[in-house]
Structure formats: C-alpha cells, structure tokens
C-alpha cells in the first residue's frame, strides 16, 4: 500500500508533468537554447535590410503617377505651394523640367549621382561635357566656387557688386570651383571621374526655381531643354516654348519624371548671358538675355 508521501510525489507529477532538465544536461547543451535565438535575430536583420532596400527602390526606382508628372502653378504665383511636390520628387532622385528666366531646364539634385546620370542620359550628351548648377544664394556660390575675383582694371566697376545688383537674373557666371563641387563622372560604366575646375553658375530669377532651391539641401544640375530639337519643333521656325505634356511626351520616356507648367512665356525666348570670369579677367562667351554694360565691357 502506498505511503501518503509517494502518493503526493506521484499528484504533483501528474499535475506538473516531468519536469525539464536544465539545458547543460539536453542533447543539444546551451546551444539547443542559443540557436533559435540566434535565428530569431537574423531574420530580424533580413527584415530589416529588405526594408532598407525596399526603400531605396522606392527612391530611384518608382514609377511617377500623373499627378506627379504635371504640376501646374498660377502665373500670378498665388499656389507656388504646389511645387513643394517637385522639391520632393527631387530629393527623392527625379529628373523634371523646371520654368526660368529664360530656357526651361532639365534639373536634378546635383550630388545624387544616379539622378546626374539620367539627366546625361535624357540629354543624349557626353558625361565628359560639364553642366551648370542652379544656387540658391550667394552662400552656394561661396560654397561651391572661389566666389568673384576681384578686378584690377581701371574703369571697371567690382564684380562681387555688381553681381549683387544683377543676381537673380538671366545670367551664367563661370567661376572657378572649390573642393565642394562634386566630382564630375566622364564615364557611367567605369564611374571614372575627374575634380571640376570651373563651373557655371545660375541663379534665375524665377519664383518656381526660388521656392523649389529653398526646399533642397543641395543646389542643382540644370541644363536647359534644348527648344531648337526637332523633337520640339515640328511646324516651326521660331523657337516656343512647347507645352508641357508636349514636352513629358517627348522626353518622359527618356527619363524626365516631372514638369513644372507655370503658364506660357512671356516675351521673346533668349538664353543667359555667359561671362567667364576664371582667369581673373572678364569675357562675355554668350551675349544673351542679361545686359553686359553692367561690368562695362561690351559683348564679343
């Protein structure tokens, strides 16, 4: 006959179940126990990077809807606030077509390197051929450039002044660069690149390309969309400005995922003046939109 102690060994058995030994006695030791965590936690990791990754398709790799393609402003600029779309497409990694004071421009982030390559790639053109950057301020400039040399000559007046007095404006100064600039890529399949020497310089003096560089941490590449294109002048003598789904019809295929339509143009369509100021001198190489009789020089 069982004693009342073995009867109570054998409820609490009942009751509790065998009980587990410690892991330094199982089979599998400290690892049986180890091992699943250690599963756990890199399947956390894959998560994780499948994430990261997932978001960097989203970045560069994202399909842009109608509404991100056209986006419409008054030209009264009463609604400069819908461009706060194109200023983030940008930094996102999109290639868009911006209005300015002279040419519409192809522009994107100047130091995403994937964005700079498409814009080379919508503009069929050489890697080896540089571009301009669009600033927001004289800050960028003193940034990215040596800023303004100074002018020696008597009768001229200083250039650091009356650039002041001209900027925003249809101008392009050519300065020469500063270790910030960017590397320029003369080849996208070997990434082989070279240090800028110089570079144009644009700061127009149009409120959508205003409010879209005070959105951005960077200054942009721009190049302007080149009106005298077969693509864009079927029936024309004169260069137009085409009208923007025109425009996405014809370079949204290559690349261009936005446009900025901000009503038509008004006036005659010219380019910016261009003055190389590297060599210490003044030279005019393009006599356009902007008047050269501010640095009392005359055009070539």
């Known amino acids: 006959m069982a004693t009342a102690v073995q009867l ?3 409820g609490g058995a009942v009751a509790c179940g065998p009980r587990r030994p410690p892991c330094c006695l199982t089979a599998a030791g400290p690892a049986g126990i180890a091992a699943p965590r250690r599963a756990r936690r890199a399947a956390r990791v894959l998560r994780a990077d499948a994430v990261h990754k997932s978001k960097k398709r989203q970045n560069y790799g994202r399909r842009s809807t109608t509404e991100d393609m056209y986006i419409s402003v008054q030209p009264d600029w009463s609604d400069l606030w ?5 200023a983030k497409l940008i930094r996102e990694g999109a290639v ?4 300015t004071d ?4 192809f522009v994107c982030d100047l130091e995403n390197k994937d964005a700079v390559r498409r814009l080379y790639s919508v503009k069929e053109m050489n890697p080896s051929k540089p571009l301009s950057i669009m600033v927001r301020d004289f800050s960028d400039i003193d940034e990215y450039t040596h800023g303004f040399p100074s002018t020696n000559i008597p009768g001229r007046p200083d250039t650091f002044r009356v650039a002041r007095q001209c900027l925003p404006g249809p101008y392009t100064f050519i300065l ?3 270790k910030s600039m960017p590397k320029q890529c003369l080849d996208f399949q070997t990434g082989r690149s070279k240090h800028r020497k110089s570079v144009g310089v644009r700061m127009p003096d149009n409120p959508v390309c205003q409010a879209v560089l005070s959105q951005l941490d960077h200054p942009l590449l721009v190049s302007s969309v080149p009106l ?5 002048q079927e029936f024309e003598d004169e260069p137009i400005v085409p009208d923007p789904v025109y425009m996405m019809d014809v370079y949204g295929p290559r690349g261009v995922e936005f446009v900025v339509d901000a009503g038509p143009y008004v006036g005659p369509i010219i380019g910016s003046t261009v003055i190389d100021m590297t060599t210490g001198d003044i030279s005019v190489i393009r006599v356009g939109k902007g008047d050269v009789a501010r640095f009392g020089i ?3």
Request: no cysteine; charged share 20%.
């Open 298 to 300: 005359e055009g070539p």
């Open 8 to 10: 109570a060994a054998v």
């Open 228 to 232: 005298e294109s077969p693509d864009l």
């Open 102 to 105: 002279t040419f519409p421009a």
């Open 176 to 178: 020469a660069a500063s």
């Open 82 to 86: 819908r461009v706060d779309r194109a």
């Open 96 to 99: 868009g077509i911006l209005p």
